[in-house]
Protein backbone atom coordinates (compact mmCIF):
# COMPACT_ATOMS: atom_id res chain seq x y z
CA UNK A 1 0.00 0.00 0.00
CA UNK A 2 1.47 3.60 -0.93
CA UNK A 3 2.66 5.07 1.60
CA UNK A 4 3.74 9.07 2.05
CA UNK A 5 6.21 10.97 3.92
CA UNK A 6 7.06 14.74 3.92
CA UNK A 7 10.12 16.17 4.73
CA UNK A 8 11.79 19.56 4.52
CA UNK A 9 9.48 21.82 7.04
CA UNK A 10 11.05 24.02 9.08
CA UNK A 11 11.86 27.63 10.04
CA UNK A 12 12.29 30.52 7.94
CA UNK A 13 12.84 33.79 7.51
CA UNK A 14 10.32 36.15 5.57
CA UNK A 15 11.72 35.99 1.81
CA UNK A 16 13.27 32.90 2.33
CA UNK A 17 13.38 29.32 0.41
CA UNK A 18 12.60 25.92 1.87
CA UNK A 19 12.11 22.57 -0.44
CA UNK A 20 9.70 20.43 0.98
CA UNK A 21 9.90 16.49 -0.18
CA UNK A 22 7.58 13.59 -0.46
CA UNK A 23 9.03 10.40 -0.26
CA UNK A 24 7.04 7.09 -0.91
CA UNK A 25 7.42 3.73 0.28
CA UNK A 26 5.41 0.37 -0.44
CA UNK A 27 4.24 1.51 -4.42
CA UNK A 28 5.87 3.58 -7.45
CA UNK A 29 4.36 7.30 -7.35
CA UNK A 30 5.13 7.19 -11.32
CA UNK A 31 1.18 6.15 -11.44
CA UNK A 32 -0.08 9.08 -9.41
CA UNK A 33 -0.55 12.67 -9.19
CA UNK A 34 0.77 13.77 -6.46
CA UNK A 35 -1.07 17.34 -4.98
CA UNK A 36 0.50 19.25 -1.88
CA UNK A 37 -2.11 20.83 0.60
CA UNK A 38 -1.51 22.98 3.85
CA UNK A 39 -3.27 23.66 6.95
CA UNK A 40 -2.83 26.43 8.89
CA UNK A 41 -3.47 26.80 12.42
CA UNK A 42 -7.31 27.76 12.64
CA UNK A 43 -7.83 27.09 9.14
CA UNK A 44 -9.44 24.81 6.84
CA UNK A 45 -6.57 23.23 4.93
CA UNK A 46 -6.27 23.99 1.11
CA UNK A 47 -4.37 23.14 -2.03
CA UNK A 48 -1.42 24.28 -3.35
CA UNK A 49 -0.19 22.78 -6.17
CA UNK A 50 -0.79 19.27 -8.51
CA UNK A 51 1.47 17.55 -10.69
CA UNK A 52 0.05 14.99 -13.16
CA UNK A 53 1.65 11.59 -12.79
CA UNK A 54 4.25 12.09 -16.22
CA UNK A 55 5.25 15.66 -14.64
CA UNK A 56 3.47 16.98 -17.70
CA UNK A 57 1.05 19.21 -16.41
CA UNK A 58 0.74 21.34 -12.85
CA UNK A 59 -1.12 23.53 -11.24
CA UNK A 60 -0.92 26.10 -8.39
CA UNK A 61 -3.33 28.02 -6.29
CA UNK A 62 -2.74 31.64 -7.35
CA UNK A 63 -1.59 33.33 -3.89
CA UNK A 64 1.78 30.75 -4.85
CA UNK A 65 2.03 30.66 -8.49
CA UNK A 66 5.50 32.34 -9.40
CA UNK A 67 6.63 31.55 -5.74
CA UNK A 68 6.33 27.68 -5.49
CA UNK A 69 7.44 25.25 -7.61
CA UNK A 70 6.26 21.57 -7.76
CA UNK A 71 8.20 19.00 -9.30
CA UNK A 72 8.22 15.16 -9.19
CA UNK A 73 11.66 12.69 -9.78
CA UNK A 74 9.96 9.56 -11.23
CA UNK A 75 13.03 7.20 -11.03
CA UNK A 76 12.69 4.27 -9.09
CA UNK A 77 15.87 5.44 -7.08
CA UNK A 78 14.49 8.87 -6.43
CA UNK A 79 10.39 7.95 -6.45
CA UNK A 80 9.42 11.42 -4.95
CA UNK A 81 7.88 15.23 -5.65
CA UNK A 82 8.53 18.12 -4.70
CA UNK A 83 8.12 21.66 -3.70
CA UNK A 84 10.05 24.68 -3.94
CA UNK A 85 9.07 27.34 -1.94
CA UNK A 86 10.83 30.91 -2.62
CA UNK A 87 9.70 34.04 -1.15
CA UNK A 88 8.01 32.81 1.81
CA UNK A 89 6.11 35.16 4.21
CA UNK A 90 4.47 34.50 6.99
CA UNK A 91 1.18 34.02 5.52
CA UNK A 92 2.48 30.68 4.06
CA UNK A 93 2.83 29.30 7.71
CA UNK A 94 1.10 25.84 7.79
CA UNK A 95 1.56 22.03 7.78
CA UNK A 96 1.97 20.98 4.42
CA UNK A 97 0.85 17.52 3.60
CA UNK A 98 1.71 15.57 0.43
CA UNK A 99 -1.73 13.38 -1.14
CA UNK A 100 -1.61 10.87 -4.26
CA UNK A 101 -4.71 10.14 -6.16
CA UNK A 102 -5.47 9.16 -9.91
CA UNK A 103 -5.29 12.65 -11.57
CA UNK A 104 -5.43 16.39 -10.53
CA UNK A 105 -8.91 16.76 -10.22
CA UNK A 106 -9.64 20.45 -9.97
CA UNK A 107 -7.82 23.74 -10.73
CA UNK A 108 -6.21 26.58 -8.80
CA UNK A 109 -5.51 24.60 -5.36
CA UNK A 110 -9.28 23.62 -5.29
CA UNK A 111 -8.03 20.08 -5.73
CA UNK A 112 -10.15 16.64 -4.55
CA UNK A 113 -10.71 13.22 -4.77
CA UNK A 114 -6.29 12.40 -3.44
CA UNK A 115 -6.74 9.01 -1.72
CA UNK A 116 -4.05 8.97 0.18
CA UNK A 117 -2.11 11.22 2.45
CA UNK A 118 0.97 11.48 4.34
CA UNK A 119 1.34 13.11 7.90
CA UNK A 120 2.56 16.31 6.70
CA UNK A 121 5.46 18.79 7.64
CA UNK A 122 5.26 22.18 9.74
CA UNK A 123 6.63 25.06 7.57
CA UNK A 124 7.24 27.98 10.00
CA UNK A 125 7.89 31.84 8.25
CA UNK A 126 9.23 34.07 10.84
CA UNK A 127 11.39 36.54 11.62
Known amino acids: QLQLVESGGGLVQPGGSLRLSCAAS????????IGWFRQAPGAEREGVAC??????????RDSVKDRFTISRDNDVDKNAVYLQMNSLNPEDTAVYYC??????????????????WGKGTLVTVSS
Open 99 to 116: AAGPWCRGVRGHYWGMEN
Open 26 to 33: GSTLENYA
Open 51 to 60: ISSSGGSSDY
